[in-house]
């Protein structure tokens, strides 16, 4: 990647109480990148997130976004920037349909009043070009299936025109299909020109959709791995975080067996 | 653009799913599924490249609706049967009551009987509006009651012992319940209380401060012929014929308009909208409803002024919640508080401003209440006054457990409950009896608001 990063974090800590949840970490997206981020549970990914989403300040370190150093304390400052975030728990509002959720929060205005008509359009619009499909906009969430409530999650994060955009495992209980279209739909965000952070633990789909795979192990970096050039036990070893451990020493008793 | 990024694009995608899942699942399963998204792909192809020519996307899954008023009819029937019912019952609820009462009675339907109840229902419909607006929230306010009650006396007491302008008391009365409103958000929203203790303090705390107001006589007469005695005897232009037709006309008129600038803006902007037949038959039903009630009304003594009120809050209460982005706030404060927070919508500023609604909503209905009596007094705004409110708008449709209603179930569930309380009283009914027809009614509104949910959830209609 050349060019200036969108986003960098340089040397972030963050601690809750006793526990140091990110020590130093540092971490950059470029434009039209995907970044994946991924580690084991409790290495610091979901942390590490929210310190860029704004929902907890970093307590050291800087956060320079298009080289100009910012100051995320609050997840409007993190919107304000261009930051969108989908969290894993897709946060939609069940009873609005999907008009109202891809808008809510900064509805357009006509007079002062809503403008639903306008609303409705755009929302075509955006669904189109990602070519999402869902039988309606004017259906409840309630109404949808998992994986169409992804894509609405995912298509809200695009309406505010963000440069960033945050999924958190946006993959994780989804049917192959579906899976296929999220992962087509990241494809089309890089396409846009957006910076992706992917969190996954699914290594199948880091590898393919991402470009670089940042790794956190105990909430510290642990190498970032361009994706075309590393092998899946590369990245296996960066995670669990030594090549002397379950996964490594499986694979050799399954080397051996097979001689 | 290239050839077609999509296709490979998706095909790619689907290659590595391939791989993702070569241990999990049998190959012919997935080969299925990158088959099935490749052709997918290939099919949105055109729409990428010339939205516009194409025609829009639609789920096969989804039932289209015909145009035209065949359409119309079939929607509303599949709407029926999935458990969508609206309005629908109460209506048909209200027509029975009607007949049920008019047959033992016979003169329910007179119209002094019926200018009577579209007076009687303003005080507990402006507070049943109030209830409206934290039912929407998922919340409850029980005090509104006691604030109704508080109200009333501080604009009785400041207006007769004081002297203060009647205006100016009815001003400072709203002005004291919306800060009550506004304590209850405060302790809900931002300590965290639950709404309902909040509220019951409250019920407790400003029925002795209603006590406290009125002092050792306990009532206080209201000026007559004054501002607040007027609020409920006065009719428009004294009983003039035209305001009610003027009234029902411009109803009307401004319904039918808007349903036109909807369908044309609609049209223009390439989207589905309301078939004209729908549009004639909706403002056919709405000119029908308001030029009988205005003939009925003009046999009598003409246009209320309760009434006329009554229905403005209920029409300013309907476009807040539609049409602004605060009543999609309050929405989705109902739907989702995470959600909503995520959104960037202040939640705590939502709660507490709801609150201070429905307080404000309370001390207008309390004026009207004392208006109704000539006095302000202890018991105004005890018993069962908050009950029957919050009675009416279950029974008017809107949800128990937040996120679904509007301000009309207001009217439409007082209505029902002033119908009943005025029929029983027409028939000598003791009011133990009519206690209980009014709960068994509450009752039932709420077994058919769960039945009909269970059917939505099974319909898919949440």
């Known amino acids: ?259 | 653009m290239t050839t077609d990024p999509t296709t490979t694009s998706a095909a790619e995608a689907a290659a590595e799913v391939t791989t993702a899942v070569e241990a999990a699942a049998a190959t012919t399963a997935v080969e299925a599924a990158a088959a099935t998204t490749a052709v997918e792909a290939a099919a949105d192809g055109p729409t990428d490249t010339a939205p516009a020519a194409a025609a829009p996307a639609i789920d096969p899954r989804l039932l289209i609706r015909e145009a035209g008023f065949a359409g119309y009819l079939d929607e509303f029937k599949r709407r029926m049967k999935s458990g969508d019912l609206g309005s629908v019952p109460v209506v048909l609820g209200l027509i029975l009551i009607a007949a049920i009462f008019q047959g033992l009675t016979g003169n329910f339907l007179n119209p002094d009987n019926l200018t009577n109840i579209t007076k009687w229902i303003a005080g507990p419909g402006l507070i049943a509006v109030g209830i409206v607006f934290v039912l929407l929230l998922g919340e409850i306010d029980l005090s509104l009651g006691s604030v109704a009650g508080v109200s009333a006396a501080i604009a009785s007491v400041v207006s007769v012992r004081s002297g203060v302008n009647e205006w100016l008391a009815i001003l400072i009365a709203i002005g004291a319940a919306v800060g009550m409103g506004a304590l209850h958000g405060f302790f809900f929203a931002k300590i965290g209380v639950p709404s309902f203790v909040v509220t019951l303090a409250g019920l407790l705390t400003w029925s002795g401060l209603q006590m406290y107001v009125l002092g050792d006589k306990g009532t206080v007469n209201l000026i007559n012929d004054g501002v607040i005695a007027n609020l409920d005897t006065y009719f428009l232009g004294d009983g003039d014929v035209f305001y009610a037709w003027a009234l029902a006309v411009l109803g009307t008129v401004l319904f039918a308009a808007g349903q036109l600038l909807d369908h044309r803006r609609r049209t223009a902007a390439g989207l589905p909208a309301r078939p004209m037949s729908e549009i004639w038959l909706r403002t056919g039903v709405v000119a029908v409803i308001s030029l009988v009630a205005a003939y009925v009304l003009n046999q009598n003594q003409g246009l209320p002024l309760p009434l006329v009120i009554f229905l403005a809050v209920v029409v300013i209460g309907d476009f807040v919640l539609r049409r602004t982005s605060y009543g999609r706030q309050i929405f989705a404060v109902g739907g989702g508080v995470e959600a909503a927070r995520r959104a960037g919508i202040n939640v705590d500023w939502v709660r507490i401003s709801v609150y201070m609604i429905s307080a404000g909503m309370a001390a207008l209905g309390g004026l009207f209440i004392a208006s109704q009596q000539g006095s302000g007094d202890k018991l105004l705004g005890s018993g069962n006054v908050l009950m029957n409110s919050i009675a009416a708008v279950v029974i008017g449709g809107t949800s128990l457990f937040g996120g679904r209603g509007k301000t009309w179930s207001a009217l439409l569930g007082i209505l029902v409950i002033q119908s009943i309380i005025t029929g029983l009283d027409l028939v000598h009914v003791n009011q133990s009896i009519q206690y209980m027809i009014t709960g068994a009614v509450l009752l039932g509104a709420v077994v058919l608001d769960s039945v009909s949910r269970r059917t939505q959830k099974s319909a898919g209609r949440g």
Not at chain 1, 11 to 35: N, Y
Not at chain 1, 171 to 179: C, K, N
Not at chain 1, 230 to 244: R, Y
């Open chain 1, 1 to 259: 990647m050349t060019g200036a990063p969108v986003l960098a974090l340089r040397g972030v800590s963050k601690r809750f109480g006793a526990v140091q949840a990110l020590t130093d970490v540092h971490l950059e997206v470029h434009a039209g990148e995907v970044v994946a981020l991924v580690g084991d549970n409790g290495a610091g990914k979901s942390t590490l997130v929210k310190t860029i989403a704004g929902v907890h300040p970093i307590d050291e370190g800087s956060i320079e976004w298009e080289g100009r150093q910012v100051d995320i304390n609050r997840p409007h400052d993190a919107q304000s920037l261009g930051v969108a975030t989908v969290y894993q728990d897709l946060a939609l509002c069940d009873n609005l349909d999907v008009v109202g959720n891809l808008f809510l929060g900064r509805e357009l205005r006509r007079f002062g009043t809503l403008d639903e008509v306008a609303m409705e359009k755009r929302a075509k619009e955006l669904l189109d070009t990602l070519s999402i499909r869902i039988p309606s906009v004017r259906i409840p969430i309630a109404a949808l299936s998992g994986g169409q409530r992804q894509v609405v999650a995912i298509a809200r994060a695009l309406v505010g025109d963000p440069k960033i955009v945050i999924l958190d495992e946006p993959t994780a209980a989804l049917g192959v299909e579906q899976t296929a279209q999220v992962l087509d739909l990241v494809e089309r965000l890089r396409e846009r020109g957006l910076g992706v952070i992917l969190i996954s633990h699914n290594m199948a789909d880091v590898k393919a959709v991402a470009d670089t795979v940042a790794v956190l192990r105990l909430g510290r970096n642990n190498g970032v791995f361009e994706v075309a050039t590393t092998s899946h036990e590369e990245i296996i070893s960066a995670i669990t975080g030594a090549t002397e451990n379950a996964v490594t020493r499986r694979q050799a008793r399954l080397a051996e067996e097979a001689k």
